[in-house]
């Protein structure tokens, strides 16, 4: 009914004869699918419940289990753990997360949540994510590559001509009435398209890598005796 597209290691495929359906796959603990809302059968429920008994006998002399049994992990990873070839969703997801929302838990993404949870920006994503096949750690690497490289490319643009703007005031000053204008390749339209495309890869760029550095990391095994009481509340929400 709903996912996070932007979770570490996370494939969306195509279910053949189904074109609103696909498959979510994702890669370890820490990466199950963010906050979430899904469907889960009787016997999928009872596995669940079967292995949450498990893990308290397991685990019973364990300072690592509170009296409620909780084993440092929360449903959506325990989920991605059981049944990691047979989670489906919807296409494109019936829900999303509301860009307005804040996070009790990590607030230092809100100002990155209300950009990426613009519902056409979800959705955009979701669709390069079925019609590629590409995993979103791919997808993030060629988004970063390809924003620095437009950055680079129009910050360039964007010196040269205030380079030329400044040399040719100073020429007009000399008494030359030259005008790139009129005399070079530019023209008022194109300077304002150069500056403000430089403006939007770089924030965009900013956004993206500001997101990477303020995320928390990815959880690769249960948590200490002194923060497995803290992450149940927590897990859910520790994607951006």
């Given at each position: 009914?709903?996912y996070?597209?932007y979770?570490p290691?996370?494939v969306?495929s195509?279910?053949?004869?189904f074109?609103?359906i696909?498959q ?10 963010g906050?979430?809302?899904y ?6 429920m009872?596995?669940l419940i ?13 300072k690592?289990?509170?009296?409620n049994?909780?084993?440092?992990l929360a449903?959506p ?7 990691p070839a ?6 494109p997801?019936v829900f999303c ?7 009790l ?7 990155l949540?209300?950009?990426?949870f613009?519902?056409?920006i979800?959705?955009s ?8 096949g590409?995993?979103t750690n791919?997808l993030?690497q060629?988004?970063?590559?390809v ?6 490319l129009?910050a360039?643009?964007t010196?040269?001509?205030i380079r030329d ?6 020429a007009?000053?000399n ?5 790139i ?6 023209s008022?339209s ?10 939007f ?9 500001q997101?990477?550095l ?7 095994q ?6 497995a ?9 520790a994607r951006?």
């Amino acid at each position: 009914l709903s996912y996070i597209p932007y979770v570490p290691n996370l494939v969306v495929s195509k279910v053949p004869g189904f074109s609103r359906i696909v498959q979510v796959q994702t890669g370890g603990v820490g990466s199950a699918l963010g906050t979430t809302a899904y469907i889960i059968s009787q016997r999928g429920m009872e596995r669940l419940i079967r292995h949450d008994d498990e893990q308290r006998k397991q685990h019973s002399t364990s300072k690592m289990t509170n009296e409620n049994g909780y084993t440092g992990l929360a449903i959506p990873d325990v989920m991605a753990q059981l049944f990691p070839a047979t989670r489906y969703a919807t296409y494109p997801t019936v829900f999303c997360r509301a860009p307005n929302t804040k996070s009790l838990v990590n607030p230092q993404l809100d100002a990155l949540r209300e950009v990426v949870f613009q519902p056409i920006i979800t959705t955009s994503v979701q669709s390069v994510l079925v019609k590629t096949g590409l995993s979103t750690n791919t997808l993030l690497q060629l988004t970063v590559g390809v924003l620095l490289t437009l950055t680079i490319l129009s910050a360039q643009l964007t010196f040269t001509t205030i380079r030329d703007i400044v040399l040719v005031t100073m020429a007009n000053n000399n008494g030359d009435n030259g005008s790139i204008f009129s005399n070079g390749s530019f023209s008022s339209s194109s300077i304002v398209v150069v500056v403000m495309s430089f403006l939007f890869t770089g924030f965009s760029l900013f956004l993206i890598l500001q997101g990477a550095l303020l995320a928390p990391k990815q959880q690769q095994q249960p948590p200490s005796s002194s923060t497995a009481t803290k992450s149940a509340s927590a897990q859910d929400e520790a994607r951006p």
